[in-house]
């Protein structure tokens, strides 16, 4: 399969891969993951530098990491045209978004010292390692945004149920009346 990585970029597809392929597409494309986790829902499917999300079978994400070089792909994936790498700091990923015309934004929800990131209007999220007045690419990565925000609801919820349990009379933690 050959992957574009400025089409990713674009589009959010990953060669004959997007979100919502099933299990069985990605497994024909693939084939078995080198590693994945225990959990089932979701689960994530690595295949070297490329983990991908599964949630009841349907992929809702798609991340390649550079923090390790080379990138390695499966031998079934051929990246094609641009290739970034693990050295390219935010300002140059930035310069050559724009060479290509691929439309970017600053993340909305990420940027502190450590750690800042680029949107696609492909939805791809561009992560930058921050280190002083350095920087360099972490990984691309794709997540459906109706399963994200799905998921960030479910935790919202979750942590609502902390707090009230938090406030009930005896609950560890909880505050005396005043």
Not at 56 to 84: D, R
Request: aromatic share 8%; net charge negative.
């Amino acid at each position: 399969m050959n992957t574009d990585v400025l089409e990713f970029l674009r589009s959010g597809s990953f060669g004959s891969l997007s979100v919502g392929s099933l299990e069985n597409e990605i497994r024909s494309v693939l084939g078995a993951p080198d590693a994945s986790s225990v959990q089932s829902n979701p689960a994530i499917w690595k295949y070297r530098s490329l983990e991908l999300t599964l949630s009841q079978g349907i992929l809702v994400g798609i991340s390649i990491y550079f923090s390790k070089e080379p990138v390695g792909l499966p031998s079934s994936i051929a990246l094609t045209g641009w290739k970034p790498d693990r050295t390219w700091s935010i300002d140059e990923f930035k310069k050559s978004l724009d060479l290509f015309g691929v439309s970017w934004r600053t993340h909305p929800l990420v940027n502190d010292e450590d750690w800042k990131a680029l949107q696609t209007q492909g939805g791809v999220s561009i992560y930058f390692d921050v280190n002083g007045s350095s920087s360099s690419l972490h990984s691309l990565q794709l997540l459906d945004q109706e399963y994200g925000a799905k998921k960030a609801a479910e935790r919202v919820g979750e942590l609502g149920k902390i707090i009230e349990g938090l406030k009930k009379p005896g609950a560890e933690g909880a505050q005396p009346p005043s």
